[in-house]
């Protein structure tokens, strides 16, 4: 499965951008998919997550109540509101036949990724 992101760019504190990552050469056969940041200098970390077949949702501590994450046929979605400066990275869109509850936030148990969007959030 190739996955490829997009929906990033340049926004004020507070302002909104909608992030979106589309499957080609098959249709996602994840249980889970995700999303995934990378600050400069620092380690990709877990955004959120979405199980495929009842739409249940992950999110990390510090996005739950402004981001949300959603699918359709072959497409991921992240609605990013209320963004802060903190939220300045390159996003990444993950998915994996193999990914199970207890590892969604763990970025080894992902083999798939979309090519990265960056977001940049200026105070």
């Known amino acids: 499965v190739q996955l490829q992101a997009c929906g990033g760019g340049s926004v004020q504190a507070g302002g909104s951008l909608r992030l979106s990552c589309a499957a080609s050469?098959?249709?996602?056969?994840?249980?889970?998919v995700a999303w995934f940041r990378q600050a400069p200098g620092k380690e990709r970390m877990f955004v959120a997550a979405l199980k495929w077949s009842s739409r249940h949702t992950f999110y990390a501590d510090v996005v739950k109540g402004r981001f949300t994450i959603s699918r359709g046929d072959a497409t991921i979605y992240l609605q990013m509101n209320s963004l802060r400066p903190e939220d300045t990275a390159v996003y990444y869109c993950?998915?994996?036949?193999?990914?199970?509850?207890?590892?969604?936030?763990?970025?080894?148990?992902?083999?798939?990724w979309g090519q990265g969007t960056v977001v940049t959030v200026s105070s």
């Open positions: 050469g098959r249709t996602f056969s994840s249980r889970f």
């Open positions: 993950g998915a994996d036949p193999s990914v199970i509850q207890s590892n969604v936030g763990s970025q080894t148990a992902y083999r798939y």
